[in-house]
């Protein structure tokens, strides 16, 4: 089996402007040694395929209610492996509702259903030998307002991994905690109060503690619903510049109503509205060439 | 291996959560059986006499328990009359000057009256009342459930009163209304349902307290008015009748209870439905 | 009160004020020595529950001094409990008060958590209205009418199902269990307290149970944890000080149960070891004894069990309050 570290080694990639959004960076598999430390052995439930094998998000015909309230209507959409897709649209058309029907968080409300499919790596998530606990590791989320647990920063990160039995024993999971807060760029800044609670760093790394919660479980696919609407414009660069380095390694999904974040970070758009798939493509074609008029509205601004 | 480890959280998730069920039955049942043996005992027992008569001498049947109601009615009904003008009085107080540390001393005092046990209060009002009247009395009963009516009604009427939006206050004032009068003439009437309701549940609670009037009003098998002699009430009697060895009055005791019950039901629904609380009164 | 500067119709001029001391006084000043007096009514109304409480202390430990002095510190390590000779010891009060308590608790806790979380996080809400409401009715039955089920339904069934087995079975290894199975008993006492506490103590767990924040839940079970997992991680510990106060509440309630206990807890002054032998508490033997005591002594000594009953519901009931208080002002920064 390949060497997990030689796997995961890729060099950082600083964010681009609006200029150059969408090219694809090849994934680079130059198998260089980097100076991170040895990723901890965490066994995987067995899927079709190994690690490499793109995974996608694929939605068919899919429709939510709440009550009697349609808000998604008949959404198709394929989320590619390793790229960053953006969900756009004005307030209410649907986009935060259909990413937390990824993760069948909406099952957390009462009196609401669906039609249609979405479908991970090809499994139904909603077939009835779907493990939805099972389904939350493999997708993460990462909340609009950071919510860590009033705990240590280091219980923090370790929770997932802990209450998953990711790892056997107190070396491992040091190491992962270490490893995950590495990925999301906070190492640096906590490394010397790990723990210390988790309330009292700033909105910005508090958020990006968030991310190295979710990472810790070690995820397929990241959903991000407007993960920086409520930081300064500084931590929101640096999400930014987190999501792009991210996204060589998971599949993420980013909810955003700031359309210039859209536009700097993610390679692939779609514009939501009214609970309606209205166009999906490359962003740089989404920003400059839209084919749909709403879209070509929304984007200069006619509303929302 | 994760698979297994999956499996075991998944039955432990549905043990437990299936516990918290067990939980609730088994706190819902007792209600439930409770019920249900006061409708079979009692409902039987249920008469005209038992309206109607009063009690039988000791060991014969055919007795019934109306003085007992009339008892209870003549203790509730004193005891608001002394209990819920100084008890709203004290709640307007405590709405008005809660954040000052004397306001914030007298809710204090307040909650930890609303936890003595209710004996307590029977002998406390025994050795003020009952010593210095020289025997058991309506008076003394009434006042030991005024004693704990009084606690009881000022914080419901603290939380009623400040409810009222300080618009409403501040309405009044701007109008050039005194403080006593945008007190008295607009806020408490703003309040008036809610403390109502609060007076209701409390007159409720004191109906089927049998401890506090032990020693103080202490029973009378036969028809009383007089403040100054003792008086027979509903609990009493039910207590009286529990731990005897007839089963006539066993059965007359469940019927009691019943009559006690359907009552504090009734006046709890009553009040629920002026004012539809949102809030819990402690 | 402004003058009336109009002109009564027919053009005649305003009549002349009256000269009163009262419109010697300018109408704003009026106004505020009316608020001066109320004030001064209201904080006086405030006044009447610490004096009522006050007196209450006063009128019981006076009562109780006699004894007090008469005994001293013996009083509540003696274990005798003879009215004919005289020998007045509290032993056996404070004990059967504070296992039935205790043990109440140790019932009641868990089922009022287990609820509080089934209806918090579990029970639709066509299911757990109709619960919640059960839960409040439970809380409106009267102690006596408690007792009387106690006495005939209750003591028969724990003497039949619970005692009686395991008495047998583990009477002689287990001294919890020992002895003959009374019925009326310690364990009848403290389950029939648990039941009456359990809606008090469930109330409190529910309020604090709902009020943690939505998106910590969220953000355990968007982790990959069970929903059980979330609720013991997550949502117990953030309402663990609300559930130990609202407990604390429950076992000031426990501690002064008068009625219910009397009658099914048998009313032996004793100290057993074995849960299943009659007790007797502080509250009952008030009830019992009371009305009967003859001589000073004997009543000067029931009124230093009132005393010493009213001491610590009275320590246990301030500090269930300053929890409840301390929780409900970190609510508020949350």
């Known amino acids: 089996m390949e060497d997990p570290t030689v796997a995961r080694a890729r060099t950082p990639h600083p964010p681009t402007h609006a200029g150059t959004v969408g090219r694809e960076r090849a994934a680079t598999s130059t198998p260089e040694t980097v100076v991170a430390p040895p990723v901890p052995q965490v066994s995987h439930p067995s899927e079709s395929g190994s690690r490499e094998t793109a995974v996608t998000v694929e939605a068919t015909d899919f429709s939510f209610w709440y009550g009697a309230n349609q808000a998604l209507k008949q959404i198709n959409l394929k989320v590619p492996s390793r790229k960053v897709t953006a969900l756009i649209g004005p307030s209410g058309c649907g986009k935060s509702t259909f990413l937390r029907s990824i993760n069948r968080m909406n099952d957390l409300i009462p009196g609401t259903r669906h039609d249609g499919d979405i479908e991970l790596d090809g499994e139904s998530l909603f077939s009835p030998d779907q493990d939805v606990v099972r389904l939350r590791r493999r997708v993460g989320m990462v909340f609009q307002k950071s919510n860590p647990f009033p705990k240590s920063i280091f219980e923090n990160v370790a929770y997932g991994p802990r209450v998953n039995r990711l790892v056997d024993s107190r070396r491992e999971l040091e190491d992962l905690v270490e490893h995950s807060l590495k990925r999301a760029a906070l190492w640096d800044e906590v490394k010397d109060r790990l723990d210390k609670s988790a309330l009292g760093l700033s909105g910005g790394q508090q958020q990006r503690l968030c991310i190295a919660r979710a990472l810790a479980v070690e995820p397929e696919v990241v959903l991000m619903d407007e993960p920086a609407s409520a930081l300064d414009p500084i931590a929101t660069q640096k999400i930014e510049e987190l999501i792009y380095e991210l996204k060589s390694d998971y599949t993420i999904v980013i909810v955003t109503h700031n359309m210039q974040q859209a536009a700097r970070v993610s390679d692939r758009t779609a514009f939501f509205y009214l609970g309606e798939l209205i166009e999906v493509g490359n962003t740089d074609v989404i920003f400059t060439n839209p084919k749909k008029e709403q879209t070509e509205a929304y984007i200069t601004g006619r509303f929302g | ?282 | 009160m402004a003058s009336r500067a109009e002109t009564t119709p027919g053009g005649a001029p305003p009549a002349a004020p009256k000269k009163s001391l009262r419109a010697l006084v300018p109408s704003r000043a009026r106004g505020n020595l009316a608020d001066q007096v109320y004030g001064t009514l209201l904080q006086g109304c405030g006044l009447i529950l610490p004096l009522l409480f006050g007196f209450m202390i006063l009128q019981i430990g006076r009562e109780a001094w006699f004894a007090v002095s008469t005994f001293g510190g013996g009083f509540v390590t003696s274990s005798s409990w003879n009215p004919v000779s005289g020998e007045f010891g509290a032993l056996p009060f404070i004990y059967g008060t504070i296992v039935s308590s205790f043990l109440a608790l140790a019932i009641a806790v868990p089922l009022s958590v287990g609820l509080a979380i089934f209806l918090t996080e579990l029970a639709p809400l066509w299911l757990a209205r109709p619960i919640a409401f059960a839960t409040e009715l439970l809380a409106a039955i009267p102690s006596v009418v408690y007792g009387l089920w106690g006495i005939f339904v209750l003591v028969p069934f724990l003497r039949s199902t619970i005692q009686e087995p395991l008495s047998e079975a583990l009477g002689g290894v287990i001294p919890f269990f020992a002895g003959p199975a009374y019925g009326f008993s310690i364990l009848s006492g403290a389950v029939i307290i648990s039941i009456m506490i359990v809606p008090f103590i469930s109330a409190v767990a529910r309020e604090v149970l709902e009020a943690v924040p939505r998106d910590q839940r969220e953000a355990a079970l968007a982790l990959g944890a069970t929903r059980w997992e979330m609720t013991w991680h997550v949502a117990l510990p953030y309402a663990l000080p609300g559930i130990i106060g609202g407990s604390i509440l429950g076992l000031g309630r426990a501690l002064g149960e008068t009625m219910a206990v009397t009658m099914v807890i048998g009313n032996r002054p004793d100290i057993p070891v074995s849960l299943f032998a009659p007790g007797y508490t502080m509250a009952s033997v008030l009830a019992n004894e009371f009305a009967e005591a003859t001589g000073d002594l004997y009543l000067s000594a029931l009124m230093e069990i009132a005393l010493i009953l009213f001491g610590i519901t009275l320590v246990v009931n301030v500090l269930a309050q300053l929890l409840v208080w301390r929780v409900s002002k970190r609510g508020g920064q949350a």
């Open chain 2, 1 to 282: 291996m994760t698979d297994a480890i999956n499996r075991r959280r998944k039955i432990q998730n549905t043990v437990w959560l299936t516990l918290t069920g067990v939980a609730s039955l088994l706190v819902v049942v007792p209600l439930i059986l409770i019920f249900y043996h006061l409708i079979s005992s009692g409902a039987g027992a249920l008469n005209v006499a038992f309206f109607t008569r009063l009690p039988a001498p000791v060991g014969e049947t055919g007795g019934g328990m109306a003085n007992a109601l009339l008892g209870t009615a003549q203790l509730v009904f004193y005891a608001g009359l002394f209990g819920i003008p100084i008890a709203v009085a004290v709640g307007v107080f405590m709405a008005e000057a809660g954040r000052t540390r004397f306001g914030s001393f007298v809710r204090l005092v307040a909650d930890v009256m609303n936890g003595i046990p209710s004996i307590v209060v029977g002998i406390f009002v025994w050795a003020w009342v009952v010593v210095a009247m020289g025997g058991f009395s309506l008076l003394a009963g009434a006042i030991a459930l005024a004693v704990m009516l009084i606690p009881m009604v000022a914080r419901t009427t603290e939380e009623m009163v400040r409810l009222v939006p300080k618009e409403l206050r501040e309405g009044g004032q701007a109008l050039g209304f005194t403080r006593w009068r945008t007190t008295l003439g607009i806020v408490l009437p703003a309040a008036k349902s809610g403390i109502l309701t609060g007076v209701l549940v409390a007159l409720a609670r004191i109906a089927g307290e049998t401890a506090p009037l032990l020693f103080t009003a202490f029973g009378n098998p036969f028809w009383e008015w007089r403040l100054n002699e003792p008086v027979a009430s509903l609990p009493l009697l039910i207590y009286q009748y529990a731990i005897s060895p007839y089963d006539d009055w066993h059965r007359q005791a469940w019927a009691a209870s019943l009559v006690l019950i359907g009552l504090v039901l009734v006046v709890n629904v009553l009040a629920r439905s002026i004012f539809k609380n949102p809030y819990r009164s402690r």
